[in-house]
């Protein structure tokens, strides 16, 4: 049977929040953070295929963060606890009547009568709604459904980078029947249909293989667009979304630091007046720890 290698160094509180969003940022599929409970310590602990690879990724970590402990305690895992590890940190989440349960407490976890209901099995390389930008804009999903209460059935919702589809099937929970999810990676898209299976329950999203311009390609327009991109694409990478939301409807772009907000909102806010001259925009913004959103409202 082979072996992976785990490192795990216990960490100060505050270097806590900084390591997650670079985790994020980066979009790591090695590290990640912990806190058995409130008052426990948070650990930092790594999952590589080697011992090789854990000493080199350490090493490219310590130089973003030069306060890392010295000491990390090495362990040999069997591939079972591999694939199986980040179950550790993943834990359920709720807002109002959406609730994202991990696959793995389906039958220990029960919500309310009339909830609406994901279960999720993403794996350590795509999201699980464990995040501040997927919370913030699931947020903005159960806002746009109480403002719009006629939507579900006429409505087009478009996921753009849906990572593992944790916001088109919470869509698909709220009752969205028109629903577009669409990620560059293969692999994203492949978890979106396994997670997508393991919800029989729901209307199956329609999910591609896509970046901003081919998902947006032939003029496709959402109601509702929700991006939890990165700033470095979402600016670059604006047009596709400034025109792919319909008149009258509504953008949403989470995946931005708090301190990149005001360089994003100005860049969209450019753009579509000099693009959609058209129509009048309101922005509003949100925060979520060190992660914000914007949300550009067309009429």
């Known amino acids: 049977m082979s072996h992976q290698v785990e490192l795990r160094a216990s960490i100060p509180d505050e270097m806590a929040d900084p390591l997650e969003d670079y985790f994020c940022e980066t979009e790591s599929s090695y ?22 690879t854990a000493e080199s ?24 606890d591999w694939q199986n590890a980040y179950k550790e940190f993943v834990k359920p989440w709720s807002d109002r009547q959406l609730h994202w349960i991990p696959l793995w407490e389906r039958d220990t976890l029960t919500a309310p ?13 795509f999201g699980t709604g464990a995040h501040e930008t997927t919370r913030l804009c699931a947020r903005r999903l159960l806002d746009y459904l109480e403002a719009h209460p006629n939507a579900l059935t006429s409505h087009d919702l478009i996921d753009a980078g849906c990572g593992s589809g944790v916001l088109a099937l919470s869509a ?75 008149g009258g ?3 949403a772009l989470s995946g931005i630091l708090t301190k990149e907000l005001e360089q994003v909102r100005s860049h969209f806010a450019a ?11 309101t922005i509003d913004s949100r925060a ?3 992660w914000g959103d914007l949300l550009f409202a067309l009429s």
């Open 172 to 246: 698909s929970a709220l009752g969205f029947k028109k629903i577009y999810g669409f990620d560059f990676d293969p692999e994203a898209i492949t978890v979106c249909h396994s997670n997508s299976e393991e919800n029989p329950h729901l209307t199956k999203p329609e999910f591609a293989v896509a970046d901003l311009e081919k998902g947006f390609a032939g003029g496709r327009q959402g109601d509702l667009v929700l991006a939890n991109i990165q700033t470095d694409v979402l600016i670059p990478h604006c047009d596709p979304l400034v025109h792919g939301v319909k």
């Open 31 to 52: 590290w990640g953070i912990m806190q058995e409970g409130i008052t426990d310590p948070y650990e930092l602990f790594g999952i590589f295929p080697d011992e090789a």
């Open 271 to 281: 753009q579509f007046a000099a693009q959609r001259p058209e129509v009048t925009i």
């Open 113 to 125: 009568d009339g909830s609406a209901v994901v279960y999720l099995d993403a794996g350590m390389a």
């Open 249 to 251: 409807g509504t953008l």
């Open 288 to 290: 979520d720890g060190e």
């Open 57 to 80: 990724e350490l090493a490219t970590l310590r130089l973003e963060f030069k306060n890392l402990p010295e000491d990390f305690k090495l362990t040999a895992i069997i591939d079972a």
